[in-house]
């Protein structure tokens, strides 16, 4: 079945810190691959997303790209800011499906200090 | 557009008893998602609907749980005989398409 697998967590980082999640993933045929941020007290927000292999999504500074070769999507920021403490889920769907069904990573939560 | 509410945010009830939860969905989403989140961990599929028809049901879907969506618009899950394993934030979310999921704030469940 379909799988995604996050780096443990908690990380903590200071203010413009460069932040990298890894996540690999296993899945059949050819899946979209997703980060979602949930931040406190909030549902889940999707925050960029790469429909095919070499797709790089970004979305206010953060970055992944979607790796086939080594089924990966690690997400990325290069200046973390005390705003984007949050957790943050790496999800698929589209493998062996036909309506967008999200499998999760059991999700890391980022701390950013001042 | 007030995006998808899901009615109460929190209930706490005691083990045994039924509970039901509300989703409004985005209201020209055709698409209507439960998901289950437990402490530490990501989302979980419970199950899906297309306008009314409910087409798929997750293994962690027992038969103490059931789920509806009358007409395709808003949907309802309920639980029967609530179990403390049950404790969980239950999350609704809604779609057009594959990609454009909008998320509810959730509805936290505690048995005691």
């Known amino acids: 079945g379909n799988s995604v697998t996050q780096m443990e967590g908690p990380v903590t980082l200071s203010e413009e810190a460069f932040l990298t999640i890894n996540c690999t993933y296993t899945a059949t045929g050819y899946p979209s691959l997703f980060w979602y941020v949930q931040y406190p007290g909030e549902g889940l927000q999707l925050l960029l997303k790469?429909?095919?292999?070499?797709d790089k999504g970004s979305n206010k500074g953060f970055e992944a790209t979607y790796r086939k070769e080594t089924t990966s999507f690690h997400l990325e920021k290069g200046s973390v800011q005390v705003s984007d403490s949050a957790v943050y889920f790496c999800?698929?769907?589209?493998?062996?499906?036909?309506?967008?069904?999200?499998?999760f990573g059991q999700g890391t939560i980022l701390t950013v200090h001042p | 557009d007030t995006g998808v509410s899901q009615d109460p945010r929190h209930k706490i009830t005691k083990r045994g008893q039924n509970v039901t939860f509300r989703c409004d969905p985005i209201s020209e989403h055709n698409r209507l998602y439960w998901y289950r989140q437990t402490l530490g961990q990501g989302p979980e599929f419970l199950t899906y609907?297309?306008?009314?028809?409910?087409?798929?049901k997750s293994r962690l879907l027992s038969d103490r749980f059931s789920a509806e969506r009358p007409k395709g618009s808003f949907s309802t899950l309920e639980i029967q005989r609530t179990e403390q394993g049950d404790s969980a934030m239950y999350l609704c979310?809604?779609?057009?398409?594959?990609?454009?999921?909008?998320f509810g704030s959730g509805t936290r469940l505690t048995v005691v």
């Open positions: 979310a809604s779609s057009l398409d594959d990609y454009g999921y909008t």
């Open positions: 999800a698929l769907s589209g493998a062996g499906t036909s309506y967008g069904k999200l499998t």
């Open positions: 790469a429909t095919k292999a070499d």
């Open positions: 609907f297309q306008n009314e028809a409910q087409l798929e």
